[in-house]
């Protein structure tokens, strides 16, 4: 399952620094490349310059000083068929789960394990290549 998704460019967003170290031994260590910042304005810079070239977004639905929808929405309005994976600590509400639903996109509730990300992220790789 995961094979297909091998060698993604995947940015990753998330404020919490030991986890967006360990995320991205995770991802690096499944065989990506990975371009992880830790806040809404890096990633809406590299998103700027960048998003034609990612394969998946994977973020955090909480971080400073833009949330994790906002810059989800402005990478869905430079590529509208981007696949993501949000994550979040907490319970998001049932509209932002019908939304991610509907562009093909996945939710992980905090904490998850390493194989649950890999999962999600090939999840969306797949559905994205089965809409395109």
Do not use: C, W
Not at 27 to 34: D, I
Not at 44 to 70: F, K, M, N, T
Not at 82 to 89: A, D, E
């Amino acid at each position: 399952m995961l094979k297909d998704a091998m060698g993604l460019k995947i940015l990753l967003v998330d404020d919490e620094v030991h986890i967006l170290r360990l995320l991205t031994r995770v991802l690096v260590q499944a065989g990506h490349y990975v371009f992880a910042v830790d806040n809404g304005d890096a990633a809406r810079e590299y998103l700027a310059e960048s998003a034609a070239d990612l394969d998946a977004i994977l973020l955090d639905v909480v971080i400073p000083p833009r949330g994790g929808i906002e810059v989800l929405d402005d990478a869905l309005a430079r590529r509208p068929e981007m696949p993501f994976v949000l994550m979040s600590g907490e319970a998001i509400e049932t509209s932002l789960r019908q939304r991610i639903a509907a562009v093909n996109g996945s939710f992980l509730g905090k904490p998850f394990r390493p194989d649950d990300l890999l999962r999600a992220l090939a999840d969306v790789i797949t559905n994205n290549r089965d809409e395109g």
